[in-house]
């Protein structure tokens, strides 16, 4: 039943800044986490970042660490993700979800729900 809608995306410089914008449609579970990841043309999907509903607490992927920041507005039922530093490697479709608990937080079968994305383009 819950839906997520990305935005935020689009074409940038590299070195740039994008923020990207999760909305849910109704409140998950309080112990729920969202999630970020990410997927280029022919590649895999890749985990980006995570946080928790209640606390906050925050995982990054090894190659968006120190450049994104993964951040919610719990009264919004919004999750952000601040990308900075941008490189033509950032170049995918962005996606965001949401799942359960998990002792495998970076596995996209983690997550129960899943947006449609919104594609950052990073130009050299």
């Known amino acids: 039943q819950v839906q997520l809608v990305e935005s935020g995306g689009g074409l940038v410089q590299a070195g740039g800044s994008l923020r990207l914008s999760c909305a849910a449609s109704?409140?998950?579970?309080?112990?729920?986490?969202m999630g970020w990841f990410r997927q280029a043309p022919g590649k895999e999907r890749e985990f980006v970042a995570r946080?928790?509903?209640?606390?906050?607490?925050?995982r990054y992927g090894d190659s968006v660490k120190g450049r994104f920041t993964i951040s919610r507005d719990n009264a919004k039922i919004t999750v952000y993700l601040q990308l900075n530093s941008l490189k033509p490697d950032d170049t995918a479709v962005y996606y965001c979800?949401?799942?359960?608990?998990?002792?495998?937080?970076?596995?996209?079968?983690?997550?129960?729900?899943w947006g449609q994305g919104t594609q950052v383009t990073v130009s050299s």
């Open positions: 979800a949401a799942g359960r608990p998990t002792v495998t937080p970076m596995a996209s079968e983690a997550y129960e729900y």
């Open positions: 109704e409140r998950t579970d309080r112990t729920y986490g």
């Open positions: 946080i928790t509903w209640s606390g906050g607490t925050t």
